[in-house]
């Protein structure tokens, strides 16, 4: 799908896009003049702090938002990176923190712990929402909450804006990190609950993907980390909470930093015009393997008659995006990994 590039380049890209990514957070985002004009849900496997292995972005992508001025109308916890209670902990805690910093958010509802889409606190406070207003959906995790909202009430489609899900791939190409080829990871929110892709497809909501190959061009280091941590007391206890997985990525994938998927989504949020994104079709796939039983995965490819355009994919940052490097202050390093 996309021309292959030299190593030089490829590093030229992806440093210009980490420097875009960072002045849209630092200095806020020229080309986006307002947060979107629809109020924003926010359902994600919030895990920072929860243990070295967990992923860190979900918080990262909330705090940006609220940040960012996002009239944020619920927030919904779903396992995947972490236990349900660890996850509803977290996020519990991490409102609390945004909340002293001066953001009002709604407090965290409960939903799925599993991939079973059933009645949960969260999946009925969704559909209460929708029957007030139209919603943009940001799903951070598994999609279980918002197909079984959806399984429960099917109309309620009709009142999504559009849904933004950190998840899909093209070709079938595993996700390859750092710089060991026998490494590969999946895609994690696909593969926990396959079912409720499925549904949310079967859904005329409209569908954006975020996936792997978008996240992969903006690498989270320690720099970029201090960057962030002179922002305001939340940023800095989330850095300080994003060094074991910074470590973690360093230890496991031999690689300087992190991939921040979720804060894509937020990004796009705040100006999709800053990625290309493509109109595809879309489908499950069952895959099978020795080692386990089942690998979903969400594959994209040129539509058809019989296959139409399902799903916005948007696989990197627009090439046009350029920073201003002065916009970046030097603060105090954090520990390095």
Not at 31 to 55: I, N, R, Y
Not at 248 to 265: C, I, V, Y
Request: glycine share 6%.
């Amino acid at each position: 799908m996309f021309l292959p590039r030299s190593r030089s380049h490829g590093r030229l890209g992806a440093w210009n896009a980490v420097l875009a990514f960072l002045y849209a957070i630092l200095a806020g985002n020229p080309a986006a003049a307002e947060p979107p004009h629809h109020a924003v849900w926010f359902d994600g496997d919030f895990a920072c702090g929860v243990g070295a292995s967990t992923d860190v972005d979900d918080c990262w992508a909330l705090w940006w938002a609220a940040r960012s001025g996002v009239r944020i109308a619920g927030i919904s916890t779903v396992f995947g990176n972490a236990p349900l209670r660890d996850v509803q902990k977290t996020a519990t805690r991490l409102v609390a923190r945004l909340r002293q910093a001066g953001y009002h958010l709604p407090d965290p509802v409960t939903g799925a712990g599993k991939a079973a889409m059933r009645a949960t606190p969260a999946a009925s406070a969704l559909l209460k929402a929708l029957d007030q207003q139209r919603l943009t959906i940001l799903a951070l995790g598994p999609l279980t909450n918002i197909a079984a909202a959806l399984r429960a009430d099917p109309a309620a489609a009709k009142r999504i804006e559009r849904i933004i899900f950190v998840g899909g791939q093209a070709n079938a190409r595993r996700f390859r990190v750092g710089t060991l080829p026998a490494i590969h990871v999946h895609d994690l929110n696909v593969r926990s609950d396959a079912l409720a892709v499925r549904t949310i497809l079967d859904n005329p909501a409209p569908l954006v993907l975020m996936p792997f190959a978008a996240a992969r061009r903006i690498i989270f280091t320690s720099h970029t980390l201090n960057q962030l941590a002179s922002r305001d007391p939340v940023a800095a206890w989330l850095a300080e909470a994003s060094i074991p997985w910074l470590r973690f990525w360093a230890q496991t994938f031999r690689q300087t930093g992190f991939f921040p998927f979720d804060l894509l989504a937020v990004w796009y949020l705040l100006d999709d015009s800053a990625f290309e994104c493509l109109p595809l079709a879309a489908r499950v796939t069952q895959r099978r393997s020795r080692v386990v039983s089942s690998r979903s995965t969400l594959d994209v490819f040129s539509p058809t008659r019989r296959r139409p355009a399902r799903v916005l994919y948007c696989a990197r940052p627009h090439p046009s995006w350029r920073a201003v490097t002065d916009a970046i202050q030097p603060v105090l390093p954090l520990p390095v990994p």
